[in-house]
């Protein structure tokens, strides 16, 4: 009997070092070329962005008028200079910090709240999942961008104002995705085997539900990043946002509106910084979400 | 409810009475009023400490959201589920979190019912944490279980569900469900989504453990041949209803409703030489969303009546703990065929 | 009318109708290549129904897939030959295929909630495959296709040529699959578990609507199952497939009464049945071998209680062990077991 047993012992694997799912989420995204290509771009700007008092040829705010709209290449200013005579390496560096703040920023904000919201809402269901979900479908049937005039207007121009309204505008599209996967991930039989051990709710969605959903929330967060930004950049253009002198992407593009038709490319480079974070960014999601699609 | 002729011992460990479960679908402001899903409807059935209840029946039939029932997984409309005695849920008796300590179960989807980003060990340990056992001794209870499963803890503990194979997560599945050290298993097609090597493997397992930690189990499948060799008694279902239950010599040897022997004889042969030649029914199960009048199964029965149709048959206790829902069964129903032998098959 | 398919086209011919010689099928689209198909050979003769036996993983239904050349072109290579009616499979050019899958060869998969297109109405799905195949106007086409499904017994065959698929239940779609692989009359019929997902009831309904219909036309037909039951009661032959090999095939009547490879005894000995009731089912130990690291020799040697030193160093070899029943193993050799 006992013998017999022992046959039934299915043949052991051989001794692989387990790893972890986000082990080999990682390799996986290290992997995908343009995944790396973007971590390095947008390391290159986040690292310039945080050192850039270090690294600028010279002050952001100080320009001579005399220097104004200079060309790019110009001895002494690498991108040219501005229709104040300020040099635009230096404004561009700076300008990174401000940008890269209106993409994190809101972004982390909305990512807790609506996180927890979404959450929540898609684990209880019933009456709480209805009051929160169309609560936040009133906020989510305005148009991005004008709700987010109407915030920044409302509370005033400056900078902590214009992320409160970008976090508000945030908020609604994360809550639908957490919402959206909690309730899938609810429905999966291990969580049926979690409540059917004893455990509470809240242990529940801390041992089990979290780590299926972060995921998936974290990619859709990061896509939202070059949208924060972008609409940051088109507050400030508007006037609503940060104010001058401070230099930011945004805003630097309203004031070299002027200098279109003489210094085009100078003009543009604002746009171009923008344009290379969002697209970095959004590829970046798009590479992580493949490495976290692992084929079971 | 208890005979003298119970086999181990005196008291059944669960019962249930009259257990039922609608759901509502569809309906709402412009699709008219919801219709209800019928999936149980009026259960009432009892395990013996110590035995196999197998429970067959195709799509539609109510088994697994019957499972789910008696896990608390979902909230009944009515009825009552007693366990050794005493009322689940209520005011008096036993909460639902103190049943849970007594029951647990096993799923179908052996992939499904582990948590992905958990470790094996963790997936185990985390009930026995949760009733407040210490986490050393959850990990001591976990590597036991691992090993009495045939799962080598050294080589399994730090592995992820993806790893393993079909039937090394039922495995795993299994020992999860023993880690609360329940009385009772629930064990959900447990078998169904495996090899046939490897489903041997694990129904061997699965007595093994019965045997050793002296478990009770309810069995629920729709593969005949694996319910006969595991049960002591057997349940049909179909449509949410209790057709026939019985022993299981009973039940194979000497069914009584038609749906029952149809089941039987619709299970292919294995003998090339003796081929089935005809399909025992046609048609398909119906939906149980408006299930049909009085007997569920008339629709598809040869020997349906008019009585069939107008007034649903009792499971009435035949002989002793056997029951049949079936007009043919009971004298004076009406049907011209009581109490005749037709046993043409 | 539905032509019923008779006898062989051509006058006297010798070659089996299907003729597969050393099929290997290779996966190379994730990081390990993985060996699907170890060398497969067999042959049908017109007419015949063979039952394909295996468990997941043992390259069943890669080997149907191959004959009708509808595996992933980038992630796939397949070696070997394959021939169907006289003619090369895998030499077929794209328009050639287009012809022959639908046509001379057909398919029934197991979902036929997947295999059937959810927009489009079912008999315009029938329609759309005779007249793709055959010179029949779209008029006639339609009257076929009723036919075809009174032929395959569903009820209100006319109101059911105009309903979708998800209008319709699992075994009913089922045969809506059948009509289809059956509308252009093919000569040979692929069947993949077309059983597995539907309840038991209906499952023997669909068999024995298989097994009549191929009566019927005298369809050569190789049947993919994991079932013994579902391949006593459909074929004639049958073939037990391991890893990507075949290591037995034969009668029906002979493979599953007295088997000789010692893979088929475990997988019949561990198919439970109810007589088995209070003793322990015999199982075969271990688990099926990872078909990206197949180990040398026999790939069924780590599991089999007959291993030897020389099943782990060299390939079995295939032996007669009567007139049309062959093994792939060493142990017919040895003495009697």
Known sequence: MIASKEKDRPVVPPEVVSRGYWHGVISRLLRDKVSVACMIILGAIVLSAIFAPLIAPGDPTVGSVLERLKPIGEPGYLLGTDELGRDMLTRLLYGGRMSLITGVVPVTLALIIGGALGTIAGYVGGWTNAVIMRTIDVIFAFPSVLLAVAISGALGAGLENMLLALTIVLIPPIVRISESVTTQVRELDFVDAARASGAGSLTIIRAHILGNILGPIFVYSSSLLSVSIILASGLSFIGLGAKPPTPEWGLMLNTLRSAIYTQPVISALPGVMIFIVSLASNLLSDGLRSAMDVQR | MNTPETQKNQAAFLETVDLRKHFEVGGGFLSGPPRMVQA?????????????????????????????????????????????????????????????????????????????????????????????????????????????????????????????????????????????????????????????????????????????????????????????????????????????????????????????????????????????????????????????????????????????????????????????????????????????????? | MISEYNSPMDGVSTEPFVSIKELKVEFHGGRQKVQAVNGVNLSLESGEVLGLLGESGSGKSVTLRALLRILPPRRSTTTGSVMVDGRDVLAMSDAELTQYRGGLASMIFQEPALALDPVYRVGDQIVECIVQHTKIGRKAARARALELLELVKIPSANTRLNAYPHEMSGGMLQRVMIALALSCSPKLLLADEPTTALDATVQIQVLLLLREMQRKFGMTTIFVTHDVGVVAEISDRVAVMYAGTIVEEGPVSEVLGSPGHPYTQGLLDSTVHGSMRGSRIQAIPGSPPDLANLPKGCPFAPRCKYAEQRCTTEDPPVVKLSEDHVVKCVRPEMAPA
């Open chain 2, 40 to 345: 149980v409807s009026d259960i009432s059935f009892h395990v013996d400490e110590g035995t196999t209840l197998g429970v067959v029946g195709e799509s539609g039939c109510g088994k697994s959201t019957m499972a789910r029932l008696l896990m608390g997984l979902i909230e009944r409309d009515s009825g009552s589920i007693r366990i050794l005695g005493q009322e689940v849920g209520g005011t008096e008796g036993m909460s639902l979190r103190e049943a849970r300590r007594q029951m647990q179960m096993v799923f179908q989807d052996s992939f499904g019912s582990l948590n992905p980003r958990m470790t094996i060990e963790g997936s185990i340990m985390f009930g026995p944490l949760v009733h407040g056992v210490s986490r050393a001794d959850a990990r001591r209870r976990t590597h036991a279980l691992l090993d009495r499963v045939g799962l080598e803890p050294s080589r399994y503990t730090a592995r992820y569900p993806h790893e393993l194979s079909g039937g090394q997560r039922q495995r795993v599945n299994i020992a999860r469900a023993l880690a609360m050290e329940p009385r009772m298993l629930v064990l959900d097609e447990p078998v169904s989504a495996l090899d046939k090597s490897v489903e041997a493997q694990v129904l061997n397992l699965l007595l093994d453990l019965k045997e050793e930690f002296g478990l009770t189990y309810i069995f629920i499948s729709h593969d005949l041949n694996v319910v006969q060799y595991i049960s002591d008694r057997v349940m049909v279902m179909y449509l949410g209803k209790i057709v026939e239950i019985g022993s299981v010599e009973e039940i194979y040897d000497d069914a009584r409703h038609p749906y029952t022997r149809a089941l039987l004889n619709a299970m292919p042969s294995m003998d090339p030489a003796h081929r089935t030649e005809s399909a025992p029914i046609t048609g398909e199960p119906p939906s149980p969303i408006d299930p049909p009048s009085g007997c569920r199964f008339h629709t598809r029965c040869p020997f349906a009546e008019d009585i069939c149709e107008k007034r649903e048959p009792e499971l009435q206790e035949k002989q002793t703990r056997r029951a049949v829902a079936c007009h043919m069964e009971h004298p004076g129903s009406g049907h011209s065929q009581v109490g005749s032998s037709r046993h043409d098959q």
